[in-house]
Nanobody, 122 residues
Framework: QVQLVESGGGLVLPGASLRLSCEAS????????MGWFRQAPGKEREFVAG????????SYANSVKGRFTISRENARNTVYLQMNSLKPEDTAVYYC???????????????WGQGTQVTVSS
């Protein structure tokens, strides 16, 4: 059983940057593809970014391409989401997810964290 704990959310101004972290425990981290999803009030949860279990492949939602970067640090059992040029529409609860031997795409994740709130507002 894999446990995921997100951190790094907060309230920021439009145009600012924020880095989210997700620390995993209970499994061999390097065997898992990792993803970030988000859910805004009144909306469905959506895929944001993913990285394959080998770390060689990443994917992004069109809405965040060029602004967000996903990375993983296997030695720390941690995946990051660097978010730059934040917009009010990026406001959501951000969730980390893990998929055993996955490709880091937008589906198939078995384990989920509790989420961290990101609010972008002036």
């Amino acid at each position: 059983q894999v446990q995921l704990v997100e951190s790094g959310g907060g309230l920021v101004l439009p145009g600012a940057s924020l880095r989210l972290s997700c620390e995993a425990s209970g499994g061999t981290f390097s065997n898992y593809a990792m993803g970030w999803f988000r859910q805004a009030p009144g909306k469905e949860r959506e895929f944001v970014a993913g990285v394959s279990w080998g770390g060689g492949s990443t994917s992004y939602a069109n809405s965040v391409k060029g602004r967000f970067t996903i990375s993983r640090e296997n030695a720390r059992n941690t995946v990051y989401l660097q978010m730059n040029s934040l917009k009010p529409e990026d406001t959501a609860v951000y969730y980390c997810a893990a998929d055993y031997r996955g490709s880091g795409g937008s589906y198939g994740y078995e384990y989920w964290g509790q989420g961290t709130q990101v609010t972008v507002s002036s």
